[in-house]
């Protein structure tokens, strides 16, 4: 069975309000630059253990006094996790949880917001070390590597793009069987696609599309070029492969693709590439490259922007077998090919901000968060499906940021870690944080760092 979703990232929607500055409030003083500390800045990062004795415990506080924006991480031995973290003032933490130390592995010195963070991580057993690289790219366009063997940087794109990296795809030397090189796709605001072979960018697309990448799928393979699909602001689909572009869908939609949750083909499993399709109109859409047409699974009918999907399929042409889908007004509904629609979540007057999710034997299972800073996890085999809150309003910041390791025999509580941006109403200047939220979920792309484990 193929498991795939599609979760929000804040990072590029932070750089893209026009006044993301209000949020750092610089004073001066004998100390050098400093941000003000208030509900806008935050930064904290928290962590949920739901294996062994479910509660919250504060990995860091509000100190940076910066909104984390994107972060990646992994667990070893179902202990706290190893996290890798982006903040709004551009400076990148690390967490060792074996010392329960972080270290700053990136000061404020790039004077841009990190976008998107993607992280390897490696653990050795016998001296119980790990070793990690990290690729950011920035809200200036710029793409940076890091490897905690050297403890440094280096640069592999500078400014020239003019544009934030809205998303990023990465495949480490030691997955890439073509070449063994560190391979990066970004996709950029304006619709530009660019492609890092190891060496040297190649351009894949230009800003002729004259609309945003908004939603993006990646697939490296034994090949020289990677395989794209890319969703734009103006609704359409576009796919990449073996060098030349195929539009899947035009802009007749009228509504901005919103989010996308992508099965690609597999030959030798006889599965097809598969495509669902969230649009801000509520609608949704599904295409399989052996039909080569899309199907409407769902009409404009929710009046409310899907922001996030995650959907499980057999590859065969057929409709999603199970799927989840996350509404703006904070409604979760549940799609099967058997039944149809059925809603699981009404809207309680909070925007979803973001959804992982996994489908397993024991049960289908999500972890959603919300912008009044409240968690609820869902198990359809635990308490009739219902969703169980583990956390209220109490952070008054929203968890943006977030990763959640599952318990795929379906008896524990996930294990969660995330961080704090500003909720919805904070006075934080004259930023629009309805825009700002409603600009991040656009921001979707296929997570998979604990699929594959969980599948196995």
Not at 290 to 315: F, M, N, P
Request: with cysteine; hydrophobic share 35%.
């Amino acid at each position: 069975m193929k498991f795939y979703y599609s979760m929000a990232v804040l990072g590029a929607a932070f750089l893209a309000s026009n006044s993301a500055e209000a949020a750092q409030t610089k004073l001066r003083g004998s100390g050098g630059r400093h941000l003000k500390k208030n509900v806008c800045s935050t930064g904290a990062v928290e962590y949920y253990n739901g294996w062994e004795s479910p509660g919250w415990d504060e990995l860091h506080d509000n100190g940076w006094e910066s909104p984390g924006l994107a972060i990646a991480s992994t667990w070893e031995n179902n202990g706290k996790p190893y996290v890798v973290y982006g903040l709004q003032n551009g400076s990148v933490q690390y967490y060792d949880p074996d010392s329960n130390m972080w270290t700053q592995i990136q000061g404020e010195g790039w004077d841009s917001a990190v976008a998107n963070i993607q992280a390897q991580f490696n653990y050795d057993s016998s001296n119980n070390e790990m070793s990690y690289q990290v690729v950011v790219g920035l809200g200036n366009g710029a793409v940076m590597h890091y490897t905690s063997g050297s403890g440094s940087w280096t640069q592999l794109h500078g400014l020239g793009w003019d544009s934030s990296a809205q998303a990023m795809y990465v495949q480490w030397p030691s997955d890439n069987q073509y070449n063994e090189a560190l391979r990066v796709v970004v996709g950029l605001e304006d619709g530009a696609t660019e492609f890092w072979n190891g060496s040297s960018w190649i351009q894949l697309h230009g800003t002729g599309w004259s609309a945003e990448t908004t939603a993006m799928g990646v697939l490296f393979g034994n090949t020289q070029y990677p395989q794209v699909i890319q969703g734009l602001s103006d609704g359409a689909v576009e796919y990449y492969n073996e060098g030349s572009w195929t539009e899947l869908h035009d802009d007749e939609w009228d509504s901005s693709v919103t989010s996308m949750a992508i099965q690609w083909a597999d030959a030798s499993q006889g599965l097809d590439t598969e495509i669902v399709v969230g649009l801000a109109d509520g609608s949704t859409q599904f295409y399989s490259s052996s039909e080569g047409s899309w199907t409407q699974l769902h009409d404009e009918g929710y009046s409310s922007e899907v922001v996030a999907i995650c959907a499980s399929t057999g590859g065969t042409g057929a409709e999603p077998q199970t799927m989840f889908q996350g509404l703006q007004d904070g409604a979760i509904e549940y799609y099967s090919k058997s039944t149809g629609w059925n809603q699981i979540k009404a809207s309680s007057g909070t925007d979803l901000v973001g959804m992982n999710c996994v489908f397993t034997e024991a049960g289908n299972q999500i972890v959603a968060t919300f912008a009044d800073g409240s968690v609820e996890y869902y198990n359809s085999e635990v308490d009739g499906g219902a969703f169980q809150t583990l956390q209220g309003e109490g952070w008054n910041n929203a968890m943006y940021a977030f990763n959640a390791k599952f318990d795929t025999s379906g008896v524990d509580q996930p294990m969660i870690v995330g961080g704090l941006a500003p909720e919805p109403g904070a006075s934080c200047g004259n930023i629009n944080w309805k825009k700002v939220i409603k600009k991040a979920v656009k921001l979707c792309y296929n997570y998979c760092e604990d699929i594959a484990e969980l599948a196995a």
